[in-house]
């Protein structure tokens, strides 16, 4: 397989395991099992775990920051924005993953220096995300220190309802988004 073709399925499957059981809990033997290759072959790649780790934080940095610079031209409603928001936070997970910032935060304590870096920047940004959402319509004249707690509800309530998927299933996640929009729109 080439090389560019390689690193890439590592990546996805790294995020994968790390929304599924948290960085701490998979190692290359689980990429290496999955995968078909030898654990040298992914060394090749990522010399350490935690280069791994970080190549996956720079990742989902990347889609968050694309999602802000489409965030940034959009003209459509906080609502709307709200929604592809949650949209972003949930396309790749399946039913039994969480979010990989929230996986990442807690196992926090567990993670090399670097990574923790990593993890503080990228939750700061993420919700910096939900704030530019949230204050998308608002006046520039306006003052929008305030909304800061709402955006650290609303993204904690995102992703208590990924939680809680994992565990009950069904809808929570939809219908939580729901409510919060609710919330939007009477804001």
């Known amino acids: 397989m080439e090389t560019a073709k390689r690193k890439e399925q590592l990546l996805h499957l790294a995020e994968s395991l790390i929304r599924q059981k948290g960085y701490t809990a998979f190692s290359y033997d689980d990429l290496?099992?999955?995968?078909g290759i030898s654990k040298a072959s992914i060394h090749y790649h990522f010399v350490k775990k935690e280069d791994l780790g970080l190549a996956v934080q720079e990742q989902i940095y990347q889609r968050l920051a694309d999602f802000s610079s489409k965030l940034q031209q959009s003209e459509d409603s906080v609502e709307a924005k709200f929604v592809q928001f949650c949209?972003?936070?949930s396309e790749q997970l399946a039913d039994n993953e969480i979010c990989p910032i929230s996986a990442l935060?807690?196992?926090f304590e567990l993670l090399p220096e670097t990574m923790?870096?990593?993890?503080?920047e990228l939750s700061q940004f993420e919700?910096?995300?939900?704030h530019d959402v949230i204050n998308s319509n608002v006046a520039e004249s306006h003052d929008k220190s305030g909304f800061c707690p709402i955006a650290m509800a609303m993204l904690s309530a995102i992703k208590g309802s990924i939680q809680y998927r994992r565990v009950r299933g069904g809808d929570s996640l939809t219908d939580t988004w729901k409510g919060l929009s609710r919330l939007l729109i009477n804001h």
């Not at 290496?32 to 995968?35: F, I, R």
């Open 32 to 35: 290496s099992k999955h995968l």
């Open 87 to 89: 949209n972003l936070q």
């Open 105 to 107: 935060q807690a196992d």
């Open 116 to 120: 923790r870096q990593k993890t503080q």
């Open 127 to 130: 919700l910096s995300v939900m």
